[in-house]
Every structure is written in C-alpha cells, then in structure tokens.
C-alpha cells in the first residue's frame, strides 16, 4: 500500500480562477458574464456564448476566459471539444489562464498526453508565460501518463522560469519524481528548493525516504517536522508496516492523534501479511467501536481475514454492512466473499453470491470453483467450467489449477486428465509447477502410484518439493513404503533444511514399525537443528475466535477441552474395536 501526496497537489489549482489581475481589469463583470456562473446545462453555456458574441465581449480576456472555464469544467469530452475548439478560434492573445484551463481540463478527463501537448504551445506562445499553477497541472499530466523525458523537460523549463514559484508547483514536482521512482535524495534537493515549505511538502519528502525503504531518514523528518496531519502519520504508518516492523507500527498507530481509514486498513493488510489474522481481526473490532466508515477495499481485506480464521459470523457481519450502506459488491468484493464463504464452510451461501454477481469476470468464476474444490463438489465443478467456457469467459492458469484440484478431490481422474491435456493444447497457456503438482495428487490419490512416479521424472520442468511432497503423501496414503523411502530420499536431498520432509517420511516408517528408521530420521533432524513445528487450529464461537496449538495449555477453559478430547479419543477406539470384532 502506498500514499500518494497527489490529492492536496491537485486540491490547489482551484485558486486559479482567482488569479490576481492588474487594477485596470478589475471592474464589475457584465451582467452577460455573471450568467455563466448560474449555467448548469451545456446548452445554456451555449445560449451565453452566443450573447457574448453578439455583444463583442466574446474579445475581451477576462470574459472569454470565464467562457473557457465554464466549459472546460464540465469534466466532458463533448464540452472540452467544444472548448477546445473556442481556444483554438479566439482572435485575441491567449493568456496563462487560458491555457491552464485547457491544460487542467485534459488532465481532469484522462487525457494526460494533450495536456502536455498544450502546454507544449504555451511555451511557444508570446502572450502567455507559465505561472505558478501551470506546473501543477503539466508535471500532474507527466505523471499520469509515465512520461519521464517530457516531466524533466518541463522541470528544466520551470528553473530557467523568472517566476518565483509557491509550493504546490514544488510539491507537484516531487510527486512527479516519486511516481517515476526517482526517490530519496533527488526529493530531498528538491524540497531543499521550497523557500516556504507546507505541509504537504513535508509530507512528500517522507514519503519518498518511506519508498525508498529509508524509514531512518523518514522517521527524522517526521520528527523534525513543524506540524503534522494524518497524512503525515499514516504515511509513517505504512512505511512500518510495509517493512514488516509491526511493533513500530503499532505504537505509531496508537499514539495517533487522528486516524483515517487508510490508517486502520493499512495495521489491518500488516497482521495479515504476517499471517496474524487474530490481531487482524481484532483491530477490525476496534474499528467497528469507532465507527470508521469502511469502503470496498477495506471490505475486501477484512474478507480474507474472515476466511484465513474461518471467522463466519464477522463474515457475516460485513456482508450485511455492504447491503446496509448500499455499496454494491463488485467483482472484486464478490470474489472475497465466495472465498469467505467457502473457506467457513457455507459453500451454499458461496453459490447464492455467485448467482447474484452481475459481472462475473474470470477470477469470480475461479473462486466458485476453488470453493466447489475445496467441498469435494467435482462433477458441479466440472459443469460450472463448461458453462465458463460456454458463456465465452477465457480460462486463464488460476482456473485449471482450481478445476483440476475440484478432479483431485471428487477422485474425476479420467476428466482431470482431459483438462490438463486441454491445458498442454491452449497454445496461449502453458502449465506450470501447480498444474503437475494437481495432476501428481490426482494420479496419486487414486492409487497410480507409478503413473504419478513417471509423470514427477518426465515432466518438461524440474520438479520442486511440493511435487513430491504430494506424491509421499500418496505414499503414505496408500501404504507404498518402498516408493515412499525413494521419493522420501530425493525429497531430503533437494530440501535438506524442510522439517515436514523428515516429519512425513518417519510417519509412513512408523505405520510399519520401522522404529530404527524413525530414529535415524528424528537424529538427523536434531543434528540439523530442526524441530517439528507445533500444529495450530482455530474455531470460531459466538463472534470470538479461538486459536489452539499443540500440547498449549493457555486457553483458560483448556482443562475442560483436554478431558472431552479423551472421552473422544476413548469413544473413537472403541468404536473402531467394534468394527474390528465384526
């Protein structure tokens, strides 16, 4: 996640429309000027345009460049052609206004390279000089459209300029130069240049120190700083985050004065990246405590959240949020909240949010089908693709990893063979690590054991530990101790350093009371130092998700929860005796 500075750069040129005028200009407007202000409908623009005409005021500067601004402030490609038309007809000399209109117009309807394209003729212009909100608007229009040689042309233009330039025009150029990722020091000179430094200028020089990983030097300026505001803070914030220190992090949030939504969802996206999803999930609460108004991206997060922790009922909490605020889900937020619902165990309300997508784009689609994988619903699956392929929706490498798990779990060998080999024939796609490793379960759960074997030694790419990981799982699942001691072998060989390698081999060893092999295995881990790492499980119960790790007695109801583990266990042996005596 990153802040950009952009938004108060682009918040200044408003002023330009009170541009300072000589005395001799200052009068009061014509009644047929002051009309443009009450227009609210281009066709009344037009009706204005036609009495200027009539009236010859269309000749005087301040009249015609209203008429322009009026125009040009409707954001619409239909009225900035008519504008852009009147400016390229007006029979008088053009000024800086006139200009800096039609440059903030292209900028402000997506349409970065014209506006470049006009400045270019300002510069050639006799009549008009650049002032102190051109450069806003044109190194705005550079970064937009990446054009690095043109932006450093225009800041070369704006050192030779007699115009002593304020600090929105300074800070407009330090965003230009962190967008083209020329950051650091090359920012630092630049706001060594701002005779009367903003805040936003300030701001800016963190964040180019925070881009270039130099959160030292940014956390000094932060400190040196006159005055600060929740920009200021947030932009340290994710600075920290993004550097994985979330202590730092999370005193810095705490001592905020201030927090916006970027803040809370930036601590949110840093427990879980660092796979904290409790911590997460617990700072959304604070969130809900404080009422901060959540929009689609924090959604987004917070879903995966749900999903990561199996968290149904906080799931269930944000999907009511979406209906209650009337933000309708996207294809982005639909996808989060298939995968939450998959992943919590209600695939049917998974299914319901997929129905109601409207614009169902390749990656919703992919998610139903991780979802319908993930509950062993193959042959549903199976169809949902066909109809993809139907609706014209082109698989992409997601999809056949999804499709082809949906086979390995529903045990569909014959059908997960023909995808993949539908795979190998899209001359547009071309299978990766993942897609052997689905076919190497596949073969492998349904017994093929040698299959599996042949496809690991003959495939075009060398394969890596998960591949052969899935095929020692086969293994074991199938009790084949002589495969399962090569592949075990090979496995250790290519990643000496893996504890679960060892972990799985010396399991299969036990099942058939290798005890010797066992210990040879469990040494050889101890001289390398490593050590089984603790499993971990979580449930969620009445909103509160709790989190259990092996042999961990700190959960205050863990005596309570160890005793009926045991009746389980107890009831769980004796019925298998039951079934041993039949």
């Not at 071309?430 to 492998?444: A, I, N, S, T």
Request: charged share 25%.
């Amino acid at each position: 996640m990153s802040i950009s500075c952009a938004p108060y750069i682009l918040s200044t040129p408003n002023k330009m429309a009170h541009n300072p005028r000589p005395k001799s200009e200052l009068r009061r407007p014509d009644p047929a000027i002051s009309l443009l202000q009450l227009c609210k409908k281009v066709e009344e623009l037009k009706q204005v345009h036609t009495l200027l005409v009539k009236t010859s005021l269309i000749r005087e500067k301040h009249a015609f460049g209203r008429l322009l601004l009026s125009f040009a402030s409707f954001d619409n490609l239909g009225t900035l052609d008519y504008a852009q038309k009147l400016f390229d007809t007006v029979d008088i000399p053009r000024n800086s206004f006139m200009y800096n209109t039609m440059i903030r117009a292209y900028v402000n309807c997506g349409n970065p390279r014209e506006a470049f394209v006009v400045y270019s003729e300002m510069v050639c212009e006799d009549s008009a000089r650049p002032d102190d909100f051109t450069f806003t608007f044109v190194f705005s229009a550079c970064s937009k459209f990446n054009a690095v040689s043109e932006g450093k042309q225009a800041h070369a233009q704006m050192i030779k300029c007699a115009v002593k330039f304020g600090p929105h025009s300074w800070n407009s150029l330090m965003d230009f130069y962190m967008k083209i990722g020329e950051i650091g020091t090359v920012i630092h000179r630049l706001f060594d240049r701002i005779e009367n430094p903003d805040i936003v200028s300030w701001n800016c020089l963190i964040d180019g120190y925070v881009k270039s990983s130099n959160l030292g030097q940014a956390r000094r300026v932060f400190d040196e700083m006159p005055q600060r505001d929740v920009v200021s803070w947030t932009i340290m914030l994710v600075g920290y985050v993004n550097a994985g220190l979330l202590s730092e992090a999370s005193y810095l949030f705490n001592e905020m004065p201030e927090r916006n939504l970027v803040s809370w969802t930036a601590l949110i996206n840093g427990y879980l990246k660092m796979g904290n999803y409790g911590r997460a999930l617990d700072i959304f609460k604070e969130m809900q405590m404080a009422e901060v108004e959540m929009d689609e991206i924090t959604i987004t997060t917070l879903l995966s959240a749900c999903a990561k922790l199996g968290a149904l009922d906080q799931g269930r909490w944000l999907h009511t949020y979406l209906d209650k605020s009337g933000v309708k889900a996207d294809a982005h937020l639909s996808t989060a909240l298939i995968d939450m619902y998959s992943k919590c165990g209600r695939i049917d309300l998974a299914r319901k949010v997929f129905k109601e997508t409207e614009d169902k784009k390749v990656f919703v689609w992919n998610s139903m089908l991780g979802g319908l994988a993930m509950h062993s619903f193959g042959e549903e699956a199976v169809e949902l693709f066909d109809k993809m392929i139907k609706y014209g929706i082109e698989p992409n490498e997601i999809t056949y990893i999804c499709i082809l798990a949906a086979c390995n779990h529903s045990g569909l060998v014959s059908v997960g063979l023909s995808l993949f080999n539908q795979l190998i024939e899209d001359h547009k796609l071309q299978p990766k690590m993942e897609h052997y490793g689905c076919l190497v379960d596949l073969l492998g759960r349904a017994g093929l054991l040698y299959e599996a074997f042949r496809l690991v030694k003959t495939m075009p790419l060398q394969a890596d530990g998960t591949v052969w990981r899935a095929l020692l799982g086969a293994c074991k699942l199938h009790g084949n101790v002589k495969m399962a001691d090569q592949v075990g072998r090979i496995l250790i060989k290519l990643e000496p350093l893996n504890h679960m390698n060892y972990v799985l081999l010396s399991n299969i060893y036990a099942t058939v009371n290798r005890w010797e092999i066992v210990g040879e295995l469990r040494r050889e881990m101890k001289v390398k130092g490593l050590t089984k790492m603790p499993g971990c499980s979580m449930i969620e119960l009445n909103g509160v998700v709790h989190e259990f790790v092996a042999r961990d007695s700190s959960h205050p109801r863990s005596r309570e929860i160890y005793e009926l583990l045991n009746i389980m266990t107890n009831h769980a042996k004796e019925s298998m005796n039951c079934y041993d005596d039949l």
